[in-house]
């Protein structure tokens, strides 16, 4: 690559993380609206309770919505162009030698980040219909089986990718365990994670039992499928961080179990809510609070692994702000994001639900005041991992994520 070339040039597939960062960011941004404003009767707040509140609201809480609002539509329009790119150019770099050189490495298997990006924007047109479109609740349950469609399209796709890799690896062998150093084979987790998170939205929302049922059904298949692939990936790469050391350009992928965290836990709250609303298991809510701060703290162990390691390494220095970029620093958009968005259930579903913690309470404040400064920096490195990858040319050559 010249050195006049922008890194986005030398195509990788983890440039569809791009495009999932932009669609987790406009996540973060909607639950201000879910858990700050009224919407009684609904799991979710539609068109209709946000200009309630805006009405009858104060300036601050005007002015929360009006932010929240414009920040989901941006990001939501930065997810699709994103994805829109990373589709033509992931056609034109499968036909290459490029791609067939990729195809025999343990690399094969960032493929996923396919399905994981198609996942997210369907999630973030979900959230752009009920934030923009008026009367859209009257008409859900004839969407819910075309979202349904949707998300079993997207689970198809993903196996018929993830079965190349793991066609290949178990019929010809081929699996780099020295270069196995991350938990970059945890990525297929997350892909099928993000599918069933979108199939239990149905079992949440729908006030049709068949419905329901068919959404818990298809979520807890891609539940334990995301929960299998994550726990043999795990292994086999602490194995090889313990003998090889990790490696330092797929260092962010320690970090890559938040976001599944957060995804499986929302996962389950949909789950729950939907037995209770139709099967009349109610979950408990001492029991939601201690399943969110178990998976907080889960989160939390594995970030301070994270950052601990990419401090040694020196990996801000080097792909952040030096000469080197890789596409996989895009994944540090996703634990960020993910911590952010767990953190605003924890506090409102989890601590508030049982009782723990007054709503707008101070400590309520202090508590989201973490979950903000997450969102908020993920924000930045958004926009600075953007600047840097398809901004103007610069005079650094782009370190290809292995």
């Not at 009405?55 to 941006?74: C, D, E, K, N, P």
């Not at 836990?265 to 939907?274: D, F, S, V, Y």
């Not at 991992?385 to 040319?393: D, K, Q, V």
Request: proline share 4%; with cysteine.
């Amino acid at each position: 690559m010249s050195l006049t070339s922008r890194p986005s040039d030398n195509y990788a597939p983890l440039y569809f993380l791009a495009s999932l960062g932009a669609g987790g960011l406009s996540v973060t941004f909607f639950m201000w609206l879910m858990h700050w404003i009224p919407h009684p009767g609904r799991t979710v707040p539609v068109f209709e309770d946000i200009a309630a509140a805006f009405s009858s609201g104060s300036v601050l809480t005007q002015g929360m919505i009006v932010l929240a609002m414009a920040a989901i539509a941006f990001f939501a329009f930065l997810n699709i162009r994103s994805l829109i790119w990373n589709l033509g150019r992931y056609s034109a770099w499968r036909k290459s030698d490029a791609y067939a050189k990729f195809a025999q490495t343990n690399a094969q298997s960032q493929i996923m980040a396919l399905p994981l990006a198609l996942g997210m924007t369907v999630n973030a047109a979900f959230i752009l219909g009920l934030v923009f479109v008026p009367g859209l609740w009257s008409v859900i349950e004839y969407l819910f089986p075309l979202a349904i469609i949707a998300f079993v399209a997207i689970g198809v796709l993903a196996f018929r990718l993830y079965a190349e890799f793991l066609g290949r690896v178990l019929t010809e062998g081929g699996l780099n365990m020295a270069a196995n150093n991350n938990f970059g084979q945890i990525l297929p987790a997350f892909a099928f994670a993000m599918t069933g998170v979108g199939l239990a939205a149905p079992a949440a929302l729908s006030s049709v039992q068949a419905t329901a049922a068919i959404g818990l059904m298809l979520s807890g298949f891609f539940f334990i499928t995301a929960l299998v692939i994550a726990a043999v990936a795990l292994v086999l790469g602490v194995r090889s961080m313990l003998e090889n050391g990790v490696g330092v350009e797929t260092a962010p992928t320690l970090m890559i179990l938040i976001p599944i965290t957060t995804i499986l836990g929302i996962l389950l709250l949909r789950q729950e809510h939907g037995l209770g609303e139709h099967f009349a298991a109610h979950a408990e809510a001492a029991g939601t609070m201690m399943m969110l701060t178990q998976m907080i703290a889960f989160q939390v162990l594995f970030g301070i692994l994270g950052f601990f390691v990419l401090a040694r390494l020196g990996y801000a220095k080097r792909f952040l702000f030096g000469r080197d970029n890789s596409a996989g620093a895009y994944a540090l958009v996703c634990p960020g994001v993910g911590f952010a968005v767990l953190m605003q259930f924890w506090i409102n579903k989890g601590l508030v639900g049982a009782g723990l913690l007054d709503k707008f309470s101070a400590p309520y404040w202090a508590l989201t005041a973490i979950a903000l400064i997450s969102q908020f920096a993920m924000v930045w490195l958004v926009f600075h991992l953007n600047r840097r990858h398809f901004g103007a040319a610069r005079a650094a050559a782009a370190v290809p994520a292995e």
